[in-house]
């Protein structure tokens, strides 16, 4: 009888240990045949949407050789009109700018890039397609279940372009508990404005299908599931605690039709509401070409996230600041063909500035200057306005150096009264710039706006590249990622500016 009680006692136990109270669930079976690194058409039945999710899959180099690793999984959304083949073939070709990265030693991770049709990644305001219910209760399940992810937030993240930028922001907004990174790329959505200026056929088949408001006009549209699902109404500081676990990097080109207002402006409202999050403007419009170019540094900063790491920083190299730029008396450069011309003619760009370091300044002149053709004529004009006013230097400097054409690079608080002499300049240069509140910005001018994702006058720069997009002044915007170390933050900056010199 004794015996009998301890065999049962010792089959409880063994039940008890076999059960799913351990918290690291079991690794799926080894497959016994070699399992391809990608695989395209794979499919999971769906209860919830009554019909088959097709998806595709990228599994880390030796995923069959090492069968008890774990890897991060990286969930990639595509956009309108696209499917879970778009991230690759002769579309996205991600798996190409994966493996390359990987040879530069980006860790392995899973990549997973379901079907979404045409639904915004969210559900159907009126429940009838519910997607992402099924994404977060169906199909990730499913991913864990068939694959050996490391199942748990910290190692799951969301990127998508267009459309799927909305999808991977919303659907980190509405499960941070299993999201803690998201990168929307040219994230596709609209300022309230906007979508109620859109045509009526273009909001009902888009927009008013997703999230309610066919049929409807004006404040009709902003129907409060949109409003639950929208980032600029849900980024506000009373939601702080709700968003601010997740990492979140935004990129939109500067070529956008209509996206980068938006993005633009969740960005400012992200910094004024405190949210920390990586931003980027560079030089693109709504094109595989730009997204690609993003993952190169996504891709990296994502995974340092995955290992551990809690800061990033992507420019990390030294700026190269030419030794030997000869400077005149007063600090100006003047390069040898202005100067074999008799000292007239050409350009001048004039660069105010007010408590920045002089070396510093000389730095930006020494970069500026390096590569330009010998045959060009012109001249670097340092204005530290802490001593003179700008129309004072202009004076004083076109008096010792004429020049043909002048513009002018403000640094900011030199940027209001920069731009307040813009009828003088044929173009105008601003970095983290303080503009005026009202900005009649000149379609015969040129604008160039560079800051970093951590700059003073963000809001600054978001008023003046609006204020170019709407009115159709010429323009280019340039958002960096923020470098710690002073110096080479500004120089780096000064590396962006040198390539959008206008007819320099």
Not at 238 to 260: M, P
Not at 303 to 331: H, I, N, R
Not at 391 to 412: C, H, K, L, R
Not at 438 to 454: A, C, R, W
């Amino acid at each position: 009888m004794m015996k009998n009680k301890i065999l049962f006692v010792l089959v409880c136990l063994a039940t008890i240990a076999s059960c799913g109270c351990d918290k690291k669930r079991e690794l799926p079976p080894v497959d016994p045949v070699e399992i391809p690194r990608y695989s395209t058409g794979l499919s999971m039945s769906s209860t919830l949407l009554n019909r088959v999710v097709k998806y595709d899959i990228l599994l880390p180099e030796g995923y069959n050789d090492n069968p008890d690793k774990r890897y991060p999984v990286m969930y990639c959304f595509h956009g309108w009109g696209d499917s879970n083949t778009s991230w690759n073939g002769t579309y996205m070709s991600c798996e190409a700018t994966i493996k390359s990265l990987e040879r530069k030693g980006l860790e392995p991770m899973i990549y997973v890039f379901p079907n979404a049709w045409k639904t915004y990644w969210v559900d159907r305001f009126d429940g009838s397609f519910p997607y992402m219910t099924m994404l977060v209760e169906e199909f990730i399940p499913m991913i864990d279940r068939t694959y050996r992810t490391l199942a748990d937030r910290e190692h799951r993240g969301a990127i998508g372009y267009s459309m799927g930028g909305f999808g991977s922001m919303a659907v980190a907004m509405k499960h941070p508990e299993l999201f803690s990174m998201s990168a929307p790329l040219s994230m596709s959505f609209r300022t309230d404005e906007q979508y109620m200026a859109e045509s009526q056929s273009g909001w009902d088949n888009q927009w008013g299908i997703n999230f309610g408001g066919v049929g409807e006009s004006g404040e009709g549209r902003l129907t409060d599931y949109y409003k639950s699902l929208c980032p600029l109404h849900q980024f506000t500081a009373e939601n702080y605690d709700k968003y601010s676990s997740v990492y979140w990097f935004l990129t939109c080109g500067d070529n956008e039709k209509q996206l980068l207002i938006a993005n633009d402006d969740l960005h400012v409202m992200m910094r004024r509401n405190g949210y920390a999050h990586q931003y980027r403007v560079g030089d693109g419009g709504h094109s595989t070409s730009y997204w690609k170019a993003a993952l190169t540094e996504i891709l990296p900063y994502f995974s340092a996230l995955m290992a551990g790491e809690t800061s990033w920083q992507f420019a990390d190299k030294e700026v190269d600041v030419p030794e030997g730029c000869e400077f005149t008396e007063d600090g100006a450069f003047l390069s040898e063909a202005y100067t074999a011309a008799g000292k007239q003619g050409g350009m001048a760009l004039f660069i105010a500035y007010e408590g920045v370091e002089p070396a510093l300044i000389k730095d930006a002149m020494a970069i500026l200057q390096r590569g330009v053709s010998k045959v060009k004529r012109f001249v670097l004009l340092p204005c530290d306005l802490d001593s003179k006013t700008l129309p004072e230097w202009m004076s004083y400097y076109q008096d010792i150096y004429p020049t043909d054409d002048m513009q002018v690079f403000a640094i900011g608080n030199a940027g209001k009264p920069a731009f307040q002499s813009q009828g003088s300049f044929s173009a105008l240069y601003f970095e983290d710039a303080l503009l005026p509140e009202v900005l009649n910005v000149n379609t015969q001018k040129f604008y160039y706006i560079g800051q970093s994702d951590e700059a003073t006058n963000y809001a600054s720069a978001n008023a003046l590249y609006k204020a170019c997009k709407l009115d159709g002044a010429s323009f280019e915007y340039r958002c960096r990622n923020h470098l710690n170390d002073v110096r080479q933050d500004f120089l780096y900056g000064i590396e962006l500016l040198k390539s959008n010199l206008h007819n320099f």
